[in-house]
């Protein structure tokens, strides 16, 4: 038996010894940390602790994690879990229920008195320490506490953070990992060649925990590296072998341990054969701007390019932070966006860069309100500071709305904001299946009474045209609230997804009593599919 394959059969073992070490290494690295963060003082701490408060309670308050929350799709999965009622040894796929996280919630639900909802405090304890690290990031990137504290706020508030935050599913949890790891890399590097070496060690095994409960978070250690190298004291570090070769072989290892023990299991699955379907994807998905919130908004996206100016126009340390944060947005982004099912939660891990980058524009604002001097001067640099606020917190504030007003909503909320022509023309099931359409819907109830009916894969640049032609040119879609409201499914992502890609004109509602009330789309143009795939007309 070789040494990965008896990795893939052990995989608790695996992943509570990746614990252990991730511990014992940020122990071992309390000085370093420490010493990188002198000079944020008590007032950039106590900015850092309030941005970590939102982020819990935006998910706790504003967003009804506690009133509304339901444990639905995988996230059922880790409550069999945590209730017991499926054992940690049963039949547990280890691609959608990660050992890590199964390990964890079992745990929890093993102490006296555990309620369900400890689940979620876990991942708004999550929340805080990710929005925290944001900051952190910042700080050893740009050496400033406002853009630190801007940094950690942004985090925080961002509507696909405070959703995931409200979640007990696998994303919060390994992005305040993943985040961790690239803080203690941060610190060691600046602190070699004189010390650094744990701090670096910390963030390897950090790593390797965060690809753990997420195995994509495994793009922490090319973004990781990324911002080493342009980040201040890189070059000592790399003059100094001693300090990063241990780590970087830690890191490699964890991820090998932690990748073989999630994929040893599941390696007989096949791949897509052909690399233009994963370019297909990628072009695709840069499309969904939205999934970078708040910088979709445009005046969001302009206190971010204020300050990426501000950072080139601040000299070479400035240059440097800048290359280095947009290496940790752009990695990442587009990495994750080769996955047929990418979504906002892929999009957290790049968002990092992002917010150090808004920082940065913050930072800037405040430090020439600071310096101005005379009444126009004032004006001016007043002006500038309440823009780049004004600009992210309006945009977060309505984000926010959004998301706490369809957060698991139920069918009444959903039908009041359906198109108006949709009511015009009533349907049944069987007018959406004539003329042998195929058919997307969320609910199996209603795909299994359906000739040919299935998921939205069936639109992806590889499938895409097949399906049209198939079908000649006869694509449904049944828009229902599964679609229309934020739940731990995430089928909202989706549907982002098809609006975006796709176009699409109503054609009427779905009436039939049996069935979940829903807007019925018909597919008006060919989807995207892979260059030479050949596509049918509509009839």
Not at 47 to 63: D, I, N, T
Not at 72 to 95: K, Q
């Amino acid at each position: 038996m070789g040494i990965m394959e008896a990795i893939s059969l052990h995989p608790y073992a695996a992943a509570g010894g990746q614990a252990a070490l991730a511990v014992l290494l940020a122990w071992a690295a309390r000085r370093d940390l420490a010493s990188s963060l002198a000079g944020m003082g008590r007032g950039g701490a106590a900015g850092l602790a309030l941005a970590g408060v939102a982020a819990v309670v935006a998910a706790a308050g504003w967003v009804p994690a506690f009133q509304r929350h339901g444990f639905e799709g995988h996230e059922a999965d880790y409550l069999d879990a945590f209730t017991g009622r499926r054992a940690l040894d049963a039949a547990w796929d280890p691609m959608i229920t990660y050992p890590a996280m199964r390990g964890l919630y079992r745990a929890l639900g093993s102490l006296p008195a555990a309620s369900p909802e400890w689940m979620v405090g876990v991942s708004l304890l999550c929340a805080a320490a990710s929005a925290v690290s944001v900051g952190l990031v910042a700080w050893l990137l740009l050496r400033d506490r406002i853009a630190a504290v801007a940094a950690a706020a942004v985090a925080a508030l961002s509507m696909h953070h405070v959703f995931w935050a409200s979640s007990a599913y696998n994303v919060i949890l390994p992005l305040a990992l993943y985040r961790g790891a690239l803080v203690f890399a941060l610190a060691g590097a600046r602190r070699a060649p004189a010390g650094g070496g744990w701090a670096l060690a910390a963030g390897a095994a950090l790593a390797g925990m965060a690809a753990a409960c997420r195995i994509e978070s495994a793009v922490v250690l090319p973004a990781g590296a990324w911002a080493l190298a342009w980040s201040e004291g890189s070059s000592r570090t790399l003059r100094s072998p001693r300090s990063w070769v241990p780590a970087a072989a830690l890191a490699v290892a964890s991820l090998a341990v932690q990748v073989g023990a999630l994929v040893g299991p599941v390696a007989d699955r096949q791949g897509e054969a052909e690399a233009a379907y994963f370019l297909g994807l990628v072009a695709g998905n840069l499309r969904l701007v939205s999934f970078l919130a708040p910088f979709h908004h445009p005046a969001a996206a302009g206190v971010l390019l204020a300050g990426a100016v501000a950072l080139a126009a601040s000299g070479t340390p400035g240059r440097r932070a800048l290359v280095g944060a947009l290496g940790l947005w752009a990695i990442p982004h587009l990495a994750l966006s080769t996955f047929n099912d990418f979504a906002p939660r892929h999009a957290l891990a790049g968002a990092t860069g992002l917010c150090v980058i808004a920082g940065a524009a913050v930072g800037a604002a405040a430090r020439t309100l600071a310096g101005a001097r005379g009444g126009r001067a004032r004006v001016v640099a007043t002006a500038l500071a309440g823009g780049a606020v004004l600009g992210l917190g309006i945009p977060l504030a309505r984000d926010l709305e959004r998301v706490a007003h369809r957060y698991y909503a139920d069918d009444a909320v959903f039908l009041a904001e359906i198109p108006p022509e949709a009511l015009e023309t009533p349907l049944t099931l069987e007018d959406v299946a004539a003329g042998g359409c195929y058919v997307l819907s969320e609910q199996e109830s209603i795909s299994a009474r359906l000739p040919a009916a299935g998921s939205h894969f069936n639109l992806d640049p590889l499938n895409g045209p097949r399906t049209w032609a198939e079908h000649g040119g006869c694509v449904r879609w049944l828009y229902d609230r599964e679609n229309y409201r934020w739940s731990s499914r995430d089928v909202h992502s989706r549907a982002t997804r098809l609006f975006a890609q796709m176009e699409w004109r109503v054609e009427g509602m779905l009436v039939s009593p049996k069935e979940f009330p829903a807007v019925v789309y018909r597919l008006s143009a060919p989807p995207p599919g892979l260059p030479g795939r050949a596509e049918a007309g509509a009839r």
